[in-house]
């Protein structure tokens, strides 16, 4: 189960000699356990601040949010049951495919063996068993944010977190990365929160669509029954 509650959620950026910029202005919002929800809108509506207050990456200015009940707000990241996965992979270069996705682990004091099996399960779910041994610049884009999704999985968070993770590969890679995630997401049944500023995305990966505009949400619904395009 996991169940994600924002409530009044406020984030308010400070700024030298002004008011401060108002990023994220009191917005309510539940996701379901299971659920596939995107945030859409246009770049600076809030929605990566929105997805890092919930990975407890940026302060909350004010407002709540709770996982299955429990109020996270001054959780650390590391210990929220959540795993993000960013646009730019952020993967270690020095590090091999396999050392990227046991890092996390390791740092979390997994046995040696548990590691290996659940690295081994990641990349045989994301064909990238062949590729164990390589570093990062070896790989191409799209194989790059199958390793970051990778290191997401072999945590088995009950909550994942994508940060416009297509928006740097080409036509071709965002559509078969696309389908992967929305496979993925049938087969772990994990909740999971996807930010995009892309119209086609959010309409065939979404269950529930939020719309967001200035820091506000426009309207939450299902892909075919949004009274208006994103
Ligand atoms: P989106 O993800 O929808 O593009 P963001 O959440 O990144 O939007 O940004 C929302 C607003 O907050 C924008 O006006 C942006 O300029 C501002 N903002 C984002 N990060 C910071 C920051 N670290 N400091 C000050 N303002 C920020
Ligand atoms: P250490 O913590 O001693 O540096 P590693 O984390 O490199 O050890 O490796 C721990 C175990 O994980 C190894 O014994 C091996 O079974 C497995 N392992 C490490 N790297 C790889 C790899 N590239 N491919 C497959 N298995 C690996």
């Known amino acids: 189960m996991a169940k994600v509650l924002i409530e009044n959620l406020v984030k308010t950026y400070p700024e030298k000699n002004g008011p401060g910029v108002p990023a994220v202005k009191g917005i309510n919002l539940t996701i379901e356990d ?32 709770s996982i299955d009940g429990k109020v996270v707000n001054s959780e650390l990241p590391k210990d929220r049951d959540i795993a993000m996965v960013f646009q730019n992979y952020a993967l270690y270069p020095h590090m091999s495919v396999y050392e990227n996705m046991a890092f996390g682990l390791k ?3 997994f046995p040696k063996a548990e590691i290996e099996a659940r690295v081994r399960e990641a990349a045989a779910l994301l064909g990238l068993e062949g590729y164990l041994e390589r570093k990062p610049k070896a790989l191409s884009g799209g194989q790059r944010q199958r390793v970051a999704v990778g290191r997401a999985i072999v945590r088995k968070p009950k909550v994942f977190l994508f940060d416009e993770p297509l928006s740097n590969l080409d036509a071709k890679m965002r559509v078969s990365t696309r389908t992967e995630i929305s496979k993925l997401h049938a087969r772990l049944g994990a909740t999971m929160i996807y930010v995009t500023h892309d119209q086609v995305e959010a309409m065939t990966m979404g269950d529930r669509i939020c719309v967001m505009r200035d820091g506000d949400i426009m309207q939450v619904a299902e892909p075919l029954t949004l009274y208006n395009r994103p």
């Open 34 to 65: 299971r659920e596939f929800m995107v945030l859409v809108g246009p770049s600076g509506c809030g929605k990566s601040t929105t997805l890092r207050m919930i990975a407890g990456l940026e302060e909350i200015t004010s407002g709540t949010i």
């Open 107 to 109: 740092l979390r004091k």
